[in-house]
Structure formats: C-alpha cells, structure tokens
C-alpha cells in the first residue's frame, strides 16, 4: 500500500456516481480517480497505485466481476469493493466468496461506503 494517503479508483459506467464519489471519497481522507469503464481503467497507467477499486458490477463491455477476476489474473488481485443496483443477499454472499471486501446495494450511504473502503484497505 502506499505510504501517502490510499487511492481508491472508481470504475462506473453511471456519470452521477463518477461526479459524486471522489469528492465524498477525498473527504475520507484519501486520493480517488474515476474510470467510465474497465477497459479505460486497465489502459491507465494508474492500476499498480490502486489500494482499493470501488466498481460497478453491471457495465457495457467488461463487467466488475470480470475486471476483478482480470485484475487477479495479472497483479494477484485488489481489494474491490462492488456497487450495484441490481444486486440482492444471494449476490453479496457470491462475491465475498469471490474475495470482494464488500458489495454495496445502490443507494447507499456516505457511511456504508467508509467502512467498505477501510475493510477494503485492511484485506490482505
């Protein structure tokens, strides 16, 4: 993890969450940059600095699982935290098997989303 503040990424296909949460993130006390897709996250030069990676399950092209699972793939994996507005119980379950530090149900609180990051952050 980085000696300076954590920075959290934020892949989302929804344009109201990418303008909402870095600044919500930022006033956590860490750095935050925002992606529209996983392709445009995995094309930056940014992914070795992400301590964590707050993304979207449901987007066009490749999906929040497939990039956690890609990220897996060639770095051993981050901690991801999932957002979804579709999701139930069954899902959640499903991807803290997967290794997801949490899955939170859109919408959910300023609350909701920093403990999610800290446990995010704590996961080895």
Do not use: H, W
């Not at 990039?67 to 793939?73: A, F, I, N, S, T």
Request: include cysteine.
């Amino acid at each position: 993890m980085n000696q300076e503040r954590p920075f959290i990424a934020v892949v989302d296909d929804d344009e109201s969450v990418r303008a909402a949460l870095p600044e919500l993130i930022k006033d956590f006390g860490y750095e935050a940059v925002v992606f529209a897709s996983a392709e445009e996250f995995l094309l930056s030069n940014l992914v070795s600095r992400v301590d964590c990676l707050i993304v979207d399950i449901t987007m066009p092209g490749m999906s929040g699982i497939e990039l956690q699972q890609e990220l897996q793939r060639l770095y051993g994996g981050v901690p991801v935290v999932f957002i979804t507005a579709y999701g139930n119980e069954d899902l959640q379950k499903r991807l803290q098997k997967l290794g997801a530090a949490a899955c939170l149900l859109k919408p959910f609180s300023d609350l909701e989303l920093q403990s999610a990051i800290v446990a995010a952050l704590k996961k080895p």
